[in-house]
């Protein structure tokens, strides 16, 4: 069965400090990955996406994300936190266009 | 171009009420989603659609109807409102062969109480 797992409820970070929220996923064929950041009252933006080729994926707002197959895992990375960085954020997995599966989000926190 | 837009934003309903929660996008997409966010859950799909005339269940289905009548219109339809259908519904669509496939656009919500 398809599945997405963030492992992190609530995350707590210094502001400029560095960042790894951790995703894991099942699916049954090679998957399309995405990270999609939500600001209170907000609907979902997209960070990034990977569905094939180099497996590190660059995204807005500096962060990137790393395919690894042999871990089924697509952790988002960010070098230096800033306090707008604020926000739920969400892991998913899809199928090309069809379903798609969401993870139950990671809350991040920022401390000035 | 609006995007995608969803009305109501809030809305309280009685039990056993009706209701349709409405979606339309303006960028000529044919996928288009409806989900629904528990608090501290993720987003559940209930259905989608893949063009005019089609459409199929997603996870959460049960309670819950769609039609799509046009490419720009994909309403939300819930017939016998129960508690367990509070939550946060949102509508979503994809582009494809726009320069940013699969990437989906999301509505603002629709925040539903149903007491």
């Known amino acids: 069965a398809q599945s997405v797992t963030q492992p992190d409820i609530h995350i707590t970070v210094s502001e400029g400090a560095s960042l790894e929220l951790r995703c894991n996923y099942s699916y049954g064929a090679t998957p399309y990955l995405f990270w999609y950041v939500q600001s209170p009252g907000q609907g979902l933006q997209l960070l990034l996406k990977y569905f094939s080729g180099d497996t590190l994926v660059q995204g807005i707002k500096g962060f990137e994300a790393e395919f690894k197959r042999s871990q089924s895992s697509f952790n988002l990375r960010k070098p230096s936190v800033h306090w707008s960085d604020a926000a739920e954020y969400f892991c998913?997995?899809?199928?090309?266009?069809?379903?798609?599966?969401f993870g139950t989000g990671t809350s991040l926190t920022v401390i000035p | 171009n609006a995007g995608v837009t969803q009305t109501p934003k809030f809305r309280i309903l009685k039990i056993g009420q009706s209701m349709t929660l409405q979606c339309a996008q303006d960028m000529n997409h044919n996928y288009m989603y409806w989900y629904r966010q528990d608090p501290g859950m993720g987003l559940k799909l209930i259905y989608y659609?893949?063009?005019?005339?089609?459409?199929d269940k997603g996870e959460v289905p049960n309670g819950y109807n769609v039609s799509r009548s046009t490419t720009e219109d994909f309403p939300l339809r819930l017939e016998l409102a129960a508690p367990s259908q509070t939550s946060v519904y949102f509508c979503a669509s994809i582009g494809v062969g726009s320069g940013r496939q699969n990437e989906q656009f999301f509505g603002p919500g629709t925040r539903l109480t149903v007491l």
């Open positions: 998913a997995v899809g199928a090309f266009l069809g379903q798609f599966y």
């Open positions: 659609s893949v063009g005019a005339g089609i459409t």
